[in-house]
């Protein structure tokens, strides 16, 4: 009598888990291969060990946590995660973001016209722009002083 066996190309993990797979990779792109491959994806995806970063176009990028409605603007702390701004303008109709931009291109000695809101208009959590030529060396330690006083 013929037993039953499992057919040889069924080798591998199950089909449920190559589709779990694709769903957490968003379905897009090749499956990351072994090696390689793989230390490029962890490297890409560490945190900023500083909120201060240069972007692709070599402009200066801060990320900021905004505390609008505060008695008087200051930095309040630099994490490694953002800058913590007190902003004295309340949030709405965008003043707080203009009153944001106003004080840290103060605190940066750079044009108005320089410190543009990238993202996050609507949110505590910004990321704002420095277009003047400037290091990111530079700007934080702008913040630091700026902090410490």
């Excluded at 080798?11 to 390689?36: I, Q």
């Excluded at 995806?45 to 500083?50: A, D, F, L, T």
Aim: with cysteine; hydrophobic share 40%; glycine share 8%.
């Amino acid at each position: 009598m013929l037993a039953l066996a499992r057919p040889a190309f069924r080798r591998g993990p199950p089909l449920w888990h190559l589709l779990l797979g694709a769903v957490r990779r968003g379905f897009g792109g090749a499956m990351p291969g072994k090696g390689k491959a793989k230390s490029q994806d962890t490297a890409t995806s560490r945190v900023p060990s500083s909120p201060v970063a240069a972007d692709k176009t070599g402009s200066v990028t801060i990320a900021v946590h905004a505390k609008p409605g505060s008695k008087r603007n200051a930095v309040t702390d630099l994490m490694t995660e953002a800058v913590g701004v007190a902003i004295a303008a309340p949030p709405s109709e965008g003043e707080a973001n203009a009153e944001l931009c106003r004080y840290l291109a103060k605190v940066l000695e750079v044009k108005k016209s320089e410190v543009v809101l990238e993202k996050g208009a609507k949110s505590r959590e910004k990321v704002v722009k420095i277009l003047a030529p400037v290091t990111p060396e530079e700007v934080l330690e702008r913040l630091k002083k700026e902090a410490g006083s």
